[in-house]
């Protein structure tokens, strides 16, 4: 048994995972983040501890973190993570000395498109690419079953590709970032600038937006159709520079399944580079806000080893 968590902004939630990648108990509270990093991390460590108490008889092996933000992996430190108002604190060695298990810290989306590899609808696909679109827009690679981080642990930052030169401004501070085209927020305040809402402006929300889009309403429909140009034209981007088998699509959003990737899929297609080729499925999650957790749990499966180069080369004149 294995044990996953996924940190939030407003929710923390931690898991059971057996072998089979399943999970089979599972806790969630709010995170109160603004209770300060000792809070949250005694709320997690009791979660931890009634996780432990259900495993009974059955070993748990280590625990795996998820939150938004940078992080040391080596020494399980959060370095800066802005969602949850954390600054240099040094999780994974506190739950370490309290459980004394190992215990791994990673990037949310990293653990999201983990856990889609292992046991979600990007199964066993490589390489494997996810987006989610949420709050903002995060992402996740996997190459040979192994997380893509980059030399310093920054890699699939997609959120912040440009979209438009000087276009809105994005939470980074840069003009025209992609999140601030294809996040579900920004879909949002699209439908509200369109006037999709008027007369229920106080009402506006994701679910009663894709309920006018089902209804047909056509300021919704021009709305829609705007916003999946957008994540299409980024998709896109992300085909041609992975030639990825799959694309897994996460997030609140991807609750809308086929409505939403079918309005995507048809845009890539004119979009990408190789058009007449055999290009990478499109998917939506299928683990939804359980991703995390069962990529969190399994990261000693999931962690690029670094590779020492023992070989010399030859000096060059
Ligand atoms: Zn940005």
Same mark, same amino acid.
Not at 78 to 100: A, H, M, T
Not at 112 to 135: D, I
């Given at each position: 048994?294995?044990?996953?968590?996924?940190?939030? #902004? %407003?929710? *923390?939630?931690? /898991?059971?995972?057996? =072998? !089979?990648?399943?999970?089979?108990? &599972?806790?969630?509270?709010? +995170?109160?983040?603004?209770?300060?990093?000792?809070?949250?991390?005694?709320?997690?460590?009791?979660?931890?501890?009634?996780?432990?108490?259900?495993?009974?008889?059955?070993?748990?092996?280590?625990?795996?973190?998820?939150?938004?933000?940078?992080?040391?992996?080596?020494?399980?430190?959060?370095?800066?993570?802005?969602?949850?108002?954390?600054?240099?604190?040094?999780?994974?060695?506190?739950?370490?000395?309290?459980?004394?298990?190992?215990?791994?810290?990673?990037?949310?989306?990293?653990?999201?498109?983990?856990?889609?590899?292992?046991?979600?609808?990007?199964?066993?696909?490589?390489?494997?690419?996810?987006?989610?679109? #949420? %709050?903002? *827009?995060?992402? /996740?690679?996997?190459? =040979? !079953?192994?997380?893509?981080?980059? &030399?310093?642990?920054?890699? +699939?930052?997609?959120?912040?590709?440009?979209?438009?030169?000087?276009?809105?401004?994005?939470?980074?501070?840069?003009?025209?970032?992609?999140?601030?085209?294809?996040?579900?927020?920004?879909?949002?305040?699209?439908?509200?600038?369109?006037?999709?809402?008027?007369?229920?402006?106080?009402?506006?929300?994701?679910?009663?937006?894709?309920?006018?889009?089902?209804?047909?309403?056509?300021?919704?429909?021009?709305?829609?159709?705007?916003?999946?140009?957008?994540?299409?034209?980024?998709?896109?981007?992300?085909?041609?520079?992975?030639?990825?088998?799959?694309?897994?699509?996460?997030?609140?959003?991807?609750?809308?399944?086929?409505?939403?990737?079918?309005?995507?899929?048809?845009?890539?297609?004119?979009?990408?580079?190789?058009?007449?080729?055999?290009?990478?499925?499109?998917?939506?999650?299928?683990?939804?806000?359980?991703?995390?957790?069962?990529?969190?749990?399994?990261?000693?499966?999931?962690?690029?080893?670094?590779?020492?180069?023992?070989?010399?080369?030859?000096?060059?004149?």
């Amino acid at each position: 048994m294995k044990i996953g968590i996924d940190l939030g #902004g %407003t929710t *923390v939630s931690a /898991g059971l995972v057996n =072998d !089979g990648m399943e999970i089979v108990e &599972k806790t969630e509270q709010l +995170s109160c983040c603004e209770d300060g990093a000792e809070a949250v991390m005694s709320r997690m460590a009791d979660m931890i501890e009634a996780l432990i108490k259900k495993a009974g008889q059955h070993p748990v092996s280590c625990i795996g973190l998820g939150c938004p933000g940078i992080m040391d992996r080596e020494s399980g430190t959060v370095i800066y993570s802005n969602n949850i108002g954390w600054e240099q604190v040094p999780v994974g060695q506190n739950l370490k000395e309290r459980f004394r298990l190992p215990v791994y810290v990673e990037n949310d989306a990293n653990c999201a498109a983990a856990g889609e590899y292992l046991a979600g609808a990007g199964r066993g696909c490589s390489p494997m690419v996810m987006v989610t679109l #949420g %709050t903002g *827009v995060g992402g /996740g690679v996997l190459i =040979d !079953g192994k997380l893509y981080l980059g &030399k310093h642990g920054n890699a +699939s930052i997609f959120g912040h590709i440009l979209m438009e030169k000087n276009g809105r401004r994005c939470t980074c501070q840069r003009m025209g970032c992609w999140e601030s085209y294809a996040s579900a927020k920004a879909l949002l305040e699209m439908a509200k600038k369109e006037g999709v809402f008027e007369g229920m402006e106080e009402k506006a929300s994701g679910p009663i937006f894709f309920e006018k889009l089902k209804k047909k309403e056509e300021r919704a429909r021009q709305v829609f159709d705007k916003y999946t140009d957008f994540v299409a034209e980024g998709i896109a981007d992300l085909i041609n520079i992975f030639d990825p088998q799959c694309v897994v699509i996460g997030g609140g959003i991807s609750a809308q399944g086929n409505l939403l990737v079918s309005s995507i899929k048809n845009k890539v297609k004119e979009k990408i580079f190789f058009s007449e080729m055999d290009t990478a499925q499109i998917l939506c999650s299928l683990l939804a806000n359980d991703a995390a957790i069962i990529g969190a749990a399994n990261l000693p499966l999931v962690r690029r080893q670094t590779i020492q180069h023992k070989a010399k080369y030859m000096d060059l004149p």
